[in-house]
């Protein structure tokens, strides 16, 4: 079945401790992004990468990083956690030349203490 | 630059009602025109596309018209089910480098029965 995977689904974490947020899919997809969705502002692009080795910012980069080592794999990482990163995280995936069907992760609840 | 503005929910409306949920759009050039629907638990999945003026894009009779002269692309359904309760974005996509995806706030539908 085609789909993208994030792990974990639901984390609470305290301020300060590293955390990765893993995200996989399985359709050979070139692009890669990650968006933070908060209530009233929608989506909002985090980075993005149009193949491996390829990253780049999103609107709100500040305090994550991405790394894109494989075609599949695009974790995010939160070297610093804070509490505004508490936010529902999607990682979603398409062809490079169909970039707007994206395929989108169930989601990632962060919560920050 | 670009934006999309969408009508606040939530709306609420009774099995077999009609179904508008508005969007405009602000954009430089003719950028391609979106609408994803997420269900209570899940990721967005994309419902209709247009990708020029005039078009019309329908899925699961859901419909929309891309407008240039109005610049919308307002959502339709003739007779809503329970089963469409979800929370609906019109997006649109930055045809620059980064093919980005950009979002409106989103509309919570509730259908009662």
């Known amino acids: 079945e085609a789909q993208v995977t994030q792990n974990p689904r639901y984390l609470i974490t305290v301020t300060g401790k590293k955390l990765t947020v893993t995200c996989s899919q399985n359709m050979n997809h070139e692009y890669m992004s990650w968006y933070r969705q908060d209530p009233g502002l929608g989506l909002r692009q985090i980075y993005y990468?149009?193949?491996?080795?390829?990253?780049d910012k999103g609107d709100v980069p500040e305090g994550y990083k991405v790394s894109r080592k494989e075609k599949r794999n695009f974790p995010l990482i939160l070297e610093s956690p804070s509490p505004n990163q508490t936010s529902l995280y999607f990682c979603?995936?398409?062809?490079?030349?169909?970039?707007?069907?994206?395929?989108f992760g169930p989601g990632t609840r962060l919560t920050v203490t | 630059g670009n934006s999309v503005t969408q009508m606040e929910g939530p709306v609420t409306l009774s099995e077999e009602a009609f179904l508008t949920i508005n969007c405009t759009y602000t954009a430089t050039g003719y950028p391609s025109l979106f609408w994803y629907v997420q269900y209570p638990g899940e990721g967005l999945q994309l419902l209709l596309k247009a990708t020029k003026a005039d078009d019309k894009g329908s899925n699961k009779g859901f419909e929309a018209t891309y407008r240039k002269e109005t610049t919308s692309f307002h959502l339709e359904k003739g007779s809503v089910q329970v089963s469409d309760s979800a929370v609906y974005f019109c997006?649109?996509?930055?045809?620059?480098?980064?093919?980005?995806?950009?979002f409106g706030s989103g509309t919570r539908l509730l259908v009662r029965p």
């Open positions: 979603a995936s398409s062809y490079y030349r169909d970039s707007y069907e994206q395929y």
């Open positions: 997006a649109l996509i930055r045809m620059d480098s980064s093919y980005k995806l950009i």
């Open positions: 990468s149009m193949n491996v080795e390829v990253t």
